[in-house]
């Protein structure tokens, strides 16, 4: 028995002993990341002209993993002072040259709310991987001063003439947008007085034109005419594929407020519609105090702002003193909102 009990103590002592030998870590490899440069300049323009097959080319320095493999070189770009927190990625490759596409590169920059036609600082970096278990290493930094193009796209139009405005589908003031390029329209339209009859047509001109035969949300080239049983603004959605629209439900307008005769409970109708420029008009006597645009007597939908700009749920507009004055409300096709304040 204590010959079994001295070889448990040998065994329990043989770990210790082992755990005391000197260990040497392995080397430490050294790394470098990749660097990336222009070429002969750190100061360039993009042009929309081919933008879409046209490149820019970044070469790259090669990067030293401490081992053989294959390399991948991504191209990041961020604003100065963001640390490249999210950056964009604007190309990859696994050779010492990225070439950017310029419509990719321009849209980058404009998605991180850089004004176009200006000349701003911009950092890029090169993010190195290899096929092997290893990090990713960064290169340094470079600073180029970038000046993006304007790359807005006009959008598709449809025109919307009828008896509230003089049955002139030339005027540029009612008509619907396609946002998403995509045969689907909307906007808000003012229909005022007359017959509160309308089509729509696909140019400046009768020459396409589409109403509704039997009144069922459906359209037909050369259709009959469409038509609002009240007076209001409108919510009108198109989908030219289908060859459909809807209406939506009728919005009376007018401004309320501590400045107005009906203070904040009872809306003062705008009443004249200046066809000219889909605009709605009041000219009415206020009092100091503050005012705001809505529809229908409610909350649901209302207007303030400052400096003639507007957006849904805005600040009250300030009234500094009493007097006569002439009010404007312009509801764009475009979901824009404007107004404009004169005293008389």
């Known amino acids: 028995m204590n010959v079994f009990k001295k070889i448990g103590w040998a065994l329990a002592f043989f770990p210790v002993l082992v755990a005391c030998e000197t260990y040497e870590m392995p080397p430490i490899i050294p790394q470098t990341g990749a660097n990336v440069t222009l070429p002969a300049t750190t100061t360039f323009v993009l042009v929309k002209a081919n933008a ?85 290493i960064y290169g340094s930094t470079a600073t180029f001063k970038v000046t993006p193009f304007d790359a807005t796209v006009a959008m598709p139009m449809l025109h919307v003439p009828g008896d509230y405005q003089g049955w002139d589908p030339s005027n540029l003031k009612t008509v619907l947008f396609s946002e998403n390029i995509d045969d689907k329209f909307k906007g808000f339209v003012h229909i005022l007085g007359g017959s509160r009859e309308f089509k729509f047509t696909t140019g400046p001109n009768w020459d396409v034109n589409f109403g509704d035969n039997g009144a069922n949300l459906s359209l037909e080239s050369g259709g009959d005419n469409i038509k609002v049983a009240a007076d209001g603004t409108y919510e009108i959605n198109v989908n030219m594929g289908a060859k459909t629209y809807t209406v939506g439900p009728v919005r009376r307008w007018g401004i309320v407020g501590s400045a107005t005769a009906g203070g904040w409970d009872t809306d003062t109708p705008m009443n004249v519609f200046d066809k000219a420029t889909n605009t709605l008009r009041i000219t009415t006597n206020l009092t100091a105090g503050e005012f705001k645009f809505r529809a229908n007597n409610s909350w649901d939908f209302n207007y303030g702002g400052s400096g003639g700009n507007l957006t849904a749920g805005g600040a009250n507009i300030a009234i500094a003193a009493a007097g006569n004055y002439t009010i404007t409300f312009f509801l764009g096709p475009k979901g824009e909102a404007k107004y404009t304040l004169v005293k008389n």
């Open 52 to 136: 879409d097959k046209s490149t820019v080319d970044f070469t790259v320095s090669a990067a030293d993993f401490g081992t053989a493999g294959t390399m991948k070189y991504e191209l990041q770009m961020d604003l100065p002072g963001a640390n490249f927190a999210a950056p964009a990625k604007l190309g990859e490759s696994e050779s010492n040259v990225i070439k950017v596409n310029v419509a990719e590169f321009n849209k980058a920059l404009l998605a991180k709310k850089l004004p176009f036609g200006v000349a701003a600082n911009v950092e890029f970096r090169v993010k190195a991987t290899i096929n092997q278990p290893l990090s990713a």
